[in-house]
């Protein structure tokens, strides 16, 4: 009996075929003792940029000395340097309504918005734009002007409004 050629080559493809089939992928895989493990069990791996430590600013660690009761103290909280912030009594909600107030009577201010659940006016006044932020505070409320970053303001124009802002709270 005589097998003609394109049939025989059709079942030595089949044939290769399945036998490629039936391997798997075994000769394009690479085995990884690393990720062989369950994912609890890998190791962490880190991007280079996150795995230093951040070195500006930073300073040597002080010589352990022995601490005394009073320097074990947690320091107070510092005010807002001066003109910058002051304090209010009251909730920070009622001190909140009364800087909006306040704000409302000052020549040149522009309120852009304010968030009373956050307790942050963004405020534009004599050419500078800064947040009125209104926090709580141990004895009533805390008013500082502060820049979008949340770092105390800077300039002539949050300090003029920050006095300006005291003396209109502190009339009742």
Excluded: I
Excluded at 25 to 50: A, F, T
Excluded at 54 to 73: E, K, L, N, R
């Amino acid at each position: 009996m005589h097998v003609s050629a394109p049939l025989s080559r059709a079942v030595a493809s089949a044939l290769l075929l399945s036998l490629l089939a039936a391997s798997g992928c075994s000769w394009w895989r690479k085995s990884s003792k690393l990720y062989s493990q369950s994912p609890e069990n890998r190791p962490l791996e880190v991007p280079p940029e996150l795995d230093r430590t951040a070195v500006t600013g930073a300073t040597a660690p002080a010589a352990a000395s022995p601490v005394t009761a009073a320097q074990a103290q947690p320091a107070a909280p510092t005010a807002a340097p001066a003109g910058l912030g002051f304090a209010v009594a009251g909730s920070r909600d009622e001190a909140f309504d009364r800087v909006d107030k306040a704000l409302a009577a000052v020549q040149g201010v522009t309120v852009a918005s304010r968030a009373k659940l956050l307790g942050a006016f963004d405020v534009s006044y004599e050419g500078s734009s800064f947040l009125v932020r209104v926090s709580a505070a141990e004895s009533g409320a805390q008013v500082s002007a502060v820049d979008p970053r949340g770092l105390p303001a800077s300039g002539d124009a949050p300090r003029k409004l920050m006095t300006q802002l005291q003396a209109a709270l502190a009339t009742p």
